[in-house]
């Protein structure tokens, strides 16, 4: 049976859980017309092609962006024209098949279908005049002489069709904040969140190019004769960057109270500017103001390096960076001692390295400090070579010392592994747990389920595990009548089982009192005082029932 609120597990499948693709059910037999907007465009359809269409037409516009950008640098255009040229018309066709098809199928869409015109009141719409826009300058140049530098602008036009994605993702989203405030909706869209939808998605997969462009922009800049190039580029490209990290800094600085641990105006937010999430986006932010405002005091060029930072800006949500962590701080400890134990070494093969070497090679082994250079390298099997003792002590000592460190350095990394696995198979087993206690009343209602569908991702459990532990469950609720190994709060939290198991315990009270010798209990309950003057009526109306049902009369 299922609820507005609730879905019964008899009727779920571990397919609704984790939102795994099904193959789409369409009738092959139906008109071409149907069955290619079945396949291709219904949204209403899981598992057709719709959702894939949307994303490759997606990529392609934006790779159409970075086209038109490039094609303003002359020493990249001039010598990749005719790739230029290539790439611009498989744009053009695939925009233009994807025009007439929609155009085609207008009279099944159920925007149009009911007009009395459908294909016209589709050429009128907003999508698909900006669609006739996107193809439109590559056609007129073939009729009317365009000046180049206007067909590149009116080219720029395609980047609204991703407005077929968006529009639909802002109406979701002003459905899920109806009634919320300003700062809650910047919540939403900024922090993980119910009311994020898939405008939170875009806002996350948005800042994520922008570090990768950002990050790739800082390693083609040290490129001299990419640089040389493109330096204009790079300026402007990172002064976008900056005010879109700027401004994610500030909102995310804006909304962190309405987050349950970050109430207050200024505490709550000065106690989000303190985590690490919030300090790598002040760092992917802060050389470019400091090079700004204080570049004719000190030279701060040097500052530019640490804008690879912002790729730290990745780890934000990153569920195996948390774990990871979590595994640090667990075994650090461990982690100390074999550090420890390797620093002690180190120290000790780099003063042996120097009293064995410095007279044969004092260039190199002039001192202790750069001995440990040659200690270091040694101990973990690397051997560059630039520095190698020649004396026989020392060539047996380094023997000796490159398999010692062999197991020594390996110590951490194995400490990590195997506490990484332990962390993981751990979370697992506390996720089943939790299945467990939401199943096992046989109802699972929304949040639940968006709860198991997170976890499983995170923690990679596979479908067949997830629908084993179903069938457990459903077996077990199937034989509910048994609530001893079910936890009491669990009970409690729902009423149709609260009052199942209550109607247990009457009927298990009722055949304890037909079965005792009534006068030997209370008399007792009465010599040792164990009853309750309520306690004591409960048990005579409980008697009075079983001689009234013996009894009919």
Request: with cysteine; glycine share 4%.
């Amino acid at each position: 049976m299922k609820t507005t609120n609730s879905i019964s597990i008899d009727d779920l499948a571990v397919e609704d859980i984790l939102e795994i693709p099904q193959e789409a059910n369409i009738p092959s037999g139906l008109p071409l017309r149907k069955w290619l907007y079945a396949w291709l465009l219904d949204p209403t359809i899981p598992g057709n092609h719709q959702k894939g269409v949307d994303k490759w037409i997606g990529i392609l516009i934006v790779v159409n962006l970075f086209a038109l950008v490039f094609e303003h640098v002359p020493a990249v255009f001039d010598l990749n024209k005719h790739w230029f040229h290539y790439f611009d018309v498989f744009s053009v066709g695939v925009f233009t098949i994807e025009y007439f098809l929609r155009l085609y199928l207008a009279p099944e869409d159920p925007e149009f279908q009911k007009r009395a015109k459908p294909r016209l009141a589709y050429v009128t719409s907003p999508f698909a005049v900006v669609d006739f826009l996107a193809v439109a300058p590559f056609y007129l140049q073939a009729f009317i002489p365009v000046d180049l530098r206007v067909l590149r602008f009116l080219r720029l036009l395609r980047i609204l069709k991703l407005f077929r994605v968006i529009v639909p993702a802002y109406h979701e989203f002003v459905g899920l904040n109806r009634g919320r405030t300003f700062r809650q909706k910047i919540h939403a869209i900024v922090f993980t969140s119910p009311h994020g939808g898939k405008m939170h998605d875009f806002f996350q997969s948005f800042i994520g190019i922008w570090v990768l462009i950002s990050v790739l922009a800082v390693v083609m800049e040290s490129v001299q004769s990419v640089s040389y190039i493109l330096n204009v580029e790079f300026v402007i490209l990172n002064a976008v960057a900056v005010a879109i990290f700027t401004m994610e800094y500030c909102l995310r600085l804006y909304s962190c109270v309405e987050e349950p641990g970050f109430k207050g105006a200024v505490s709550g937010r000065l106690k989000q500017a303190k985590t690490s999430s919030t300090l790598i986006d002040l760092l992917a932010i802060l050389p470019f103001f400091l090079e700004v405002f204080l570049h004719h005091l000190i030279d701060l060029r040097f500052l530019r390096v640490f804008r690879l930072a912002r790729l730290l800006k990745l780890t934000r949500g990153n569920d195996a960076t948390a774990t990871l962590g979590r595994v640090v701080r667990r075994e650090w400890p461990v982690i100390a001692a074999a550090g420890f134990v390797m620093l002690l070494l180190v120290v000790l093969t780099a003063s042996l390295g120097y009293l064995f070497e410095h007279e044969a090679q004092p260039d190199k082994f002039d001192n202790i400090p750069n001995a440990i250079y040659w200690a270091v390298i040694t101990l973990a099997s690397v051997g560059y070579g630039d520095i190698s003792p020649v004396t026989p002590m020392g060539r047996i000592m380094t023997m000796v010392l490159a398999l010692i460190g062999i197991g020594i350095f390996a110590i951490p990394a194995a400490l990590l592994s195997s506490a990484f696995s332990d962390e993981l198979v751990k979370e697992r087993a506390a996720l089943k747990i939790k299945l467990h206690d939401i199943l096992a009343d046989g109802n699972i209602d929304v949040a639940e389920m968006a709860y198991i569908r997170t976890e499983s991702k995170r923690l990679h459990l596979t479908a067949a595990e997830i629908k084993q532990l179903l069938k457990q469950v459903q077996e077990e609720y199937s034989a509910k009548s048994d609530f001893s190994a079910m936890p009491i709060h669990t009970i409690a939290a729902k009423p149709e089982l609260a009052l199942e198991h209550y109607k247990s315990l009457l009927g298990q009270i009722r055949q304890l009192a037909l079965l005792t010798d009534p006068v030997a209990f209370e008399r007792t309950a009465k010599d040792r005082d164990s009853l309750t003057g309520t306690e004591a009526a409960f048990w005579g109306q409980i008697q009075k029932a079983n001689i009234s049902a013996a009894d009919p009369r």
